[in-house]
């Protein structure tokens, strides 16, 4: 795993907090919030055109800093092995490729066949830091955590390179798209609800009242939201679905729907408690922002922005966990004194 002095750095710790803060008003102002273009109040209308610019510039802002985020996982995987075996120049020269590829990407449009190779390669690569976590973690609910979170990259990157595909090749060829969407939705569901288990249940950090009761409220508040915008908001609901793994349906409050805002909102509340409980613990902080940081990227990833997110999110919970001594069992050592020396 990767050492202390790696997610306990100050660079790399105000790197992480500098993204989190981008990342989340981004995943607001950008991609959550929906606020009427025209209004017959003025000043929703500047409300629209302030929260637009906002969440243009913090996408600006967090796709820099995913960068060198990046970048700084990656010379430190170089440096000490984060993941068994020879995953781990594979797991390194991957996020590099990926680097070079989002700045190419950022640079000039490029075409489907572009988008294609750079999700194969980035679901390529979580999976890779994925299977190193189920090789590492012998407990049933971290490997459970794995193997759902890489079964919705799974069917994230196959429906997503069928649709590329059919915009390259010339023929069709039947592939249940939608199924494979959904699956994945849930899967990535499943993960978020899989995480406190996974995570939580093994730290040892002692939280005060207040801490207790701010990460409470925090989680609530996220939930809450969820589902109150939901019944109230549905136009929230839908862009809430579109960055969360809702599918939301043109049949708002049926039995499906409120299934999916149900369980989305308990995967949340997981998640963001999890996130809170962690951090203080010793090797927590790298796989709380790593939590966070899957969870703002969303579910699917539609553009390069979202898929180093994510990534950088995986890295973090896979590879931040201080390693563990063997156990070695001691055994009380009896002390005999020298003889004493006589005369003859």
């Avoid at 929906?34 to 243009?56: D, K, M, N, Q, Y």
């Avoid at 995913?66 to 430190?76: D, F, K, N």
């Avoid at 839908?238 to 989305?264: F, K, N, Q, W």
């Avoid at 979202?306 to 001691?330: I, K």
């Amino acid at each position: 795993m990767l050492t202390p002095s790696f997610t306990e750095a100050p660079f790399v710790r105000a790197l992480l907090r500098t993204l989190l803060f981008a990342a989340s008003i981004e995943a607001i102002f950008y991609r959550l919030l929906t606020i009427p273009p025209t209004s017959s109040w003025g000043w929703v209308e500047e409300l629209h055109v302030s929260t637009a610019r906002g969440g243009v510039l913090m996408f600006m802002v967090a796709f820099a800093l995913l960068l060198p985020t990046l970048l700084t996982i990656a010379y430190s995987t170089l440096r000490a092995p984060a993941w068994p075996g020879g995953l781990n120049a594979l797991v390194a020269m991957g996020i590099l490729a990926l680097l070079a590829l989002g700045i190419s990407a950022g640079l000039s449009p490029r075409g489907p066949a572009f988008a294609l190779a750079f999700s194969v390669l980035a679901a390529s690569v979580a999976l890779a830091m994925l299977a190193g976590m189920y090789d590492a973690r012998q407990d049933l609910a971290g490997r459970f955590f794995a193997v759902s979170l890489s079964g919705a990259i799974v069917c994230m990157a196959a429906s997503g390179a069928v649709d590329l595909a059919a915009r390259i090749l010339p023929g069709r060829f039947a592939f249940p798209t939608a199924a494979v969407a959904a699956a994945g939705r849930w899967l990535f569901i499943t993960s978020g609800l899989a995480a406190f288990p996974a995570f939580a249940s093994e730290t040892n950090a002692s939280l005060g009242a207040a801490g207790r009761a701010a990460g409470l409220g925090l989680s609530v508040a996220s939930a809450f939201t969820l589902v109150v915008g939901a019944v109230a908001h549905p136009p929230l609901l839908s862009r809430v679905g579109g960055a969360l793994g809702i599918a939301s349906t043109d049949s708002m409050g049926s039995i499906p729907d409120i299934l999916r805002t149900s369980a989305a909102a308990a995967a949340l509340f997981l998640t963001t408690q999890t996130a809170l409980r962690i951090f203080p613990a010793v090797e927590g902080p790298g796989r709380a922002y790593g939590l966070l940081f899957i969870l703002l990227a969303g579910y699917p990833h539609r553009i390069a922005y979202q898929h180093l997110l994510a990534l950088t999110g995986v890295a973090l919970v896979t590879g931040s966990a201080r390693p563990r001594p063997p156990y070695l069992p001691v055994f009380p050592v009896e002390t005999v004194a020298p003889p004493l020396a006589t005369d003859a």
